[in-house]
């Protein structure tokens, strides 16, 4: 025990604040040299337990700056602000393979945060912190609307930013998902764009092309949205989609397209059918490790000459955002074919790649955790498998927080009408 009657003073600040903003952790008034661990807890709406901890000792007033000093141990190392956010795993004895994404984006993320003496490794409910405090994290800004969308035979969420407008418009698409994938969106409306999340999977429906397209056309004809400055956004199936938008320019213009660890494949089926025929085509090529998880980067390779898109076709400024340790996709190869085929037809200049090594497929907000491994059900498979989808947790949430950061300046140049206009989104 600590010597005395001293208290520590942990506070962390903002203690309310959006997903993509960092906090400071400050613990104060402990004896010099005392060795703490910083420990945070998370129960997820799926009644999971999350944690994560880091080792430090207390400078010589007494002080542990989280911002500004190294963890010595824990589940990260080094000076990492934000590592009690992106490293958090299962708390020992939780069930295999569950993943950590927010649901409600209208309630917050809430993580308690505490301090214990010495350097810990487990057993932190089990004794008694040296102090405590609750940290939230929101992923909408104050005044945002979110509205669901079911008409002209599209599905999906709507998030308006608060103000008069009219607004730049972005589709956001997801993954191939049952479900909606609404942080992302709801962050993009936080930062001063109309956008919209379109449903994937509608029972008793296929999919195909012209569904998204008329999203597209939905969120372009909306009286909040200025119509001609609406882009794309998309994320492993979705990148495929938004690329395969992007080069019909006879349907819709584009103001320009964000591409995350997708694949330039042309998909004029729907997507349920898309995937049964790469399946049929390329069974083989799916990759079963010792524990049978399942590789599919390989369904994809060799890269074909022929059923792709036509990059010439793309006229709008194009972001390929690419996790090297992607275990889905041949995100690399595809974004290193794509830069060629644009330079053949004279439009590299169109094009921007951000290339991050050790991270995986799941490119999500910052301060989010690693996605390496989960449950997952294709429309190839019968039933669901446990799917490896790469990266390694540090690589991977630096790459979230430094595309982010340029996501959004690719997004403000070519959708802004005036670069200087976006607002403060902040709580």
Request: charged letters at 20%; proline letters at 7%.
């Amino acid at each position: 025990m600590m010597a005395g009657a001293v208290h520590p003073i942990l506070s962390v600040c903002p203690s309310r604040a959006l997903f993509t903003e960092k906090f400071r952790v400050l613990v104060e008034n402990l004896p010099p040299g005392l060795s703490v661990t910083l420990h945070s807890l998370h129960c997820s709406e799926m009644k999971d337990y999350w944690e994560a901890f880091g080792h430090y000792v207390a400078d010589n007033k007494g002080t542990v700056d989280v911002s500004q000093e190294a963890s010595l141990g824990g589940t990260y190392t080094g000076k990492e602000p934000m590592g009690l956010l992106w490293s958090m795993i299962p708390v020992p004895g939780s069930k295999e393979h569950a993943v950590l994404f927010k649901v409600d984006v209208e309630t917050p993320q809430e993580v308690l945060i505490s301090v214990f003496q010495g350097h810990l490794s487990e057993g932190f409910r089990q004794k008694p912190p040296l102090a405590s405090v609750v940290a939230e994290r929101w992923s909408m800004a104050p005044g945002l609307k979110r509205i669901r969308v079911q008409e002209k035979e599209i599905e999906g969420i709507l998030f308006i930013p608060p103000g008069p407008g009219p607004f730049p418009g972005v589709l956001d698409l997801w993954g191939y998902e049952v479900e909606l994938t609404e942080c992302r969106p709801a962050m993009l409306a936080s930062q001063g764009f109309v956008a919209f999340v379109a449903k994937y999977v509608i029972p008793g429906r296929e999919l195909k092309m012209d569904y998204f397209l008329r999203a597209f056309e939905f969120l372009q004809e909306h009286p909040l949205v200025i119509s001609n400055r609406v882009g794309l956004i998309g994320l492993s199936q979705g990148a495929i989609v938004v690329l395969n938008m992007a080069c019909r320019t006879e349907a819709i213009s584009p103001r320009c397209c964000v591409s995350i660890n997708g694949s330039h494949l042309l998909m004029e089926e729907s997507s349920v059918t898309f995937w049964k025929k790469q399946f049929k085509m390329k069974e083989h090529t799916i990759l079963r490790n010792e524990q049978n998880h399942v590789t599919m980067r390989g369904l994809t390779l060799p890269l074909p000459n022929e059923a792709t898109i036509n990059m010439e076709n793309i006229n709008c400024p194009l972001l390929l955002v690419v996790g090297e340790g992607d275990l889905n996709f041949p995100s690399a190869e595809c974004a290193e074919l794509m830069a060629k085929r644009m330079h053949t037809a004279g439009k590299e200049h169109l094009l921007t790649i951000l290339s991050y090594p050790g991270a995986g497929h799941i490119l999500h907000l910052p301060n989010s955790n690693l996605v390496r491994i989960s449950r997952y059900r294709l429309p190839c498979f019968d039933q669901h498998e446990i799917m490896l989808w790469g990266g390694h947790p540090k690589p991977h949430a630096f790459a979230e927080e430094d595309s982010w950061d340029k996501i959004l300046a690719f997004l403000k140049q070519h959708l802004y009408p005036d670069p200087q206009s976006d607002p403060d989104a902040a709580l």
